[in-house]
């Protein structure tokens, strides 16, 4: 039986943790770009500037941007707002299969009946993986 305290474990803990402090730097580092970039942009609108080009080879473009929610919760009134505009609404509408009800669905079917007669379109990938509870508990020790 392995110990708590294997070298394996040991080595997953500390890789671990080098990886959260890092993501967490990341993540304060893409902030901070982030803001950098709305102030860019501010300062370019303000300017009227559409293009700035550096000696480096650097070139910053503002251009406009669209969010939007087009979403299960007003389907229906995209879908009307598109014909209302001469657009043919199925154009607009994408199948997608509901990928976390399958995994489900699929891990069923293998714990019952094994990795047999799955089909091969589906690119079953069944490597393992290690979950690990608690890690927050341990991170902020």
């Known amino acids: 039986m392995m110990?708590?305290?294997h070298p394996t474990i040991v080595d997953y803990v500390i890789a671990r943790r080098?990886?959260?402090?890092?993501k967490a730097r990341?993540?304060?580092?893409h902030h901070h770009m982030k803001a950098?970039?709305?102030r860019l942009v501010d300062a370019m609108i303000d300017a009227e500037t559409k293009t700035i080009k550096r000696t480096d080879g650097l070139s910053f473009t503002v251009t406009p941007s669209i969010g939007f929610a087009a979403n299960e919760a007003n389907f229906d009134q995209t879908q009307e707002w598109l014909s209302e505009n001469g657009l043919t609404p199925e154009d607009y509408i994408s199948r997608r299969t509901?990928?976390?009800r399958l995994r489900t669905t699929l891990k069923e079917f293998?714990?019952?009946r094994g990795e047999v007669d799955l089909p091969e379109f589906l690119e079953i990938d069944t490597t393992p993986i290690i979950?690990?509870?608690g890690w927050s508990k341990v991170e902020n020790s």
């Open 36 to 38: 950098a970039e709305r």
């Open 18 to 22: 080098d990886y959260e402090e890092a």
């Open 98 to 100: 509901n990928r976390k």
């Open 26 to 29: 990341a993540s304060n580092l």
């Open 3 to 5: 110990k708590a305290n």
């Open 131 to 133: 979950s690990v509870r």
């Open 110 to 112: 293998i714990q019952e």
